[in-house]
């Protein structure tokens, strides 16, 4: 038996299907001779047809279902990966030499085509965050600073319009439209890239966005953070990444939960970090969020998904209709590397 094993094992499908086919015809042509030497009845001869077209049927059927076998698993991973699941692989499956050199190549292709994706991602995200501080920094020292300057200037009118009052009206709602608009340009300037973040962290930065972008949206929030990990640095990438992750995930509770609240936890375990949002909204099926047309909406999970591989960190969503939504990340951690030692590595 082990020696049929290491045979199919070794010898390629072409091989198999050309050996038995000829092996049929061999039997089909001592069969026919017999036939022509003993004369045998025509009602003989059609049980031995019938007997040959069923073996070759069968021994055709039996080998190539156990060749393509492999070839249907391989489908349901390309399926897979076409449904957004890049880390599927073909087990690699023992058998006909052919199809174990298909499914390897097929595994190569795919973390080759992973890690370029992963790496044209990454490339992505650095050049966005590069020209979202570019442009925060822009309208911090240039726009801002000329606006305040207007708003000094319409003062100074104001004050030197006394018994004009209808010019001076006038003055005073130009300037404060002009100081509308500058709270909006720092709005925007926060959004685009929080000085917070940079400056003091991610904690910091988690606990002003929920002060100022959930809570002001009416929404109830709570942030639970390991005292340790109050002043942690983490590699700049990482810091931003993380960041990044859980403003999306708080994007998402306010834009669709209907939640009433929103929680987020921070928490260490040996050699790694933990993240949690939650919040106890409608909820929602993942399967079906991510396979929606990507351009009827943000790429806000699979962004996600991909900021998580930048910061190699792991990335789960949790959520069902009506039982809210959990997204936790965790990240490899080794070391306390608290605001000193982390400004310093920058
Ligand atoms: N916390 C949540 N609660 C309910 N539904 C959510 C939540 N997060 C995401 N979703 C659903 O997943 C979909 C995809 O989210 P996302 O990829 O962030 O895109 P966008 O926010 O631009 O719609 C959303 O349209 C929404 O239906
Ligand atoms: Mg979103």
């Not at 499914?103 to 080759?112: A, P």
């Not at 979202?132 to 911090?140: G, T």
């Not at 940079?198 to 390991?226: F, H, K, M, S």
């Amino acid at each position: 038996m082990r020696w049929i094993i290491a045979l199919h094992n070794r010898t390629p499908l072409f091989l198999k299907v050309l050996g038995a086919n000829g092996f049929l015809v061999v039997v089909g042509a001592l069969g026919g001779y017999a036939i022509a030497h003993f004369g045998l009845a025509s009602q003989d001869v059609l049980i031995f047809v019938a007997l040959g077209l069923v073996c070759s049927l069968g021994i055709n059927f039996f080998m190539l279902r156990i060749a393509f076998g492999p070839l249907f698993r391989l489908q349901q991973v390309m399926e897979a990966v076409r449904a957004g699941d890049f880390t599927a692989r073909c087990p690699v499956i023992p058998g006909d030499p052919d199809v174990h050199r298909l499914t390897e190549t097929f595994n190569l292709m795919l973390d080759q085509l992973n890690a370029y994706r992963q790496q044209v991602a990454s490339q992505i995200l650095r050049a966005l965050e590069e020209e979202r501080k570019r442009i925060a920094r822009e309208l911090h020292d240039e726009t801002s600073q000329a606006l305040t300057s207007i708003v000094i200037s319409l003062e100074m009118m104001e004050q030197g319009l006394a018994g004009q009052e209808s010019l001076a009206e006038r003055v005073r709602s130009i300037r404060q439209y002009t100081l509308q608009t500058l709270e909006e340009i720092r709005r925007l300037t926060y959004d685009l890239r929080p000085s917070i973040l940079d400056d003091l962290g991610l904690v910091p930065a988690i606990r002003w966005y929920l002060r100022n972008r959930v809570a002001e949206a009416g929404l109830q929030t709570e942030l639970q953070v390991d005292p340790e990990l109050e002043a942690l640095r983490l590699p700049e990438d990482v810091e931003v990444s993380l960041f990044r992750i859980i403003q999306e995930a708080l994007t998402n509770v306010r834009k669709h939960s209907q939640a009433t609240c929103a929680k987020v936890r921070l928490w260490a375990e040996p050699g790694k970090i933990l993240a949690r949002v939650e919040d106890n909204g409608k909820g929602f099926v993942l399967q079906e969020a991510l396979r929606q047309d990507p351009r009827g909406r943000g790429l806000g999970l699979v962004g996600m998904r991909e900021r998580a591989a930048l910061a190699g960190a792991d990335l789960r969503i949790e959520s069902a209709p009506g039982r809210g939504t959990v997204v936790e990340l965790e990240v490899p951690f080794h070391g306390s590397r608290t605001e000193d030692s982390g400004a310093s590595g920058r």
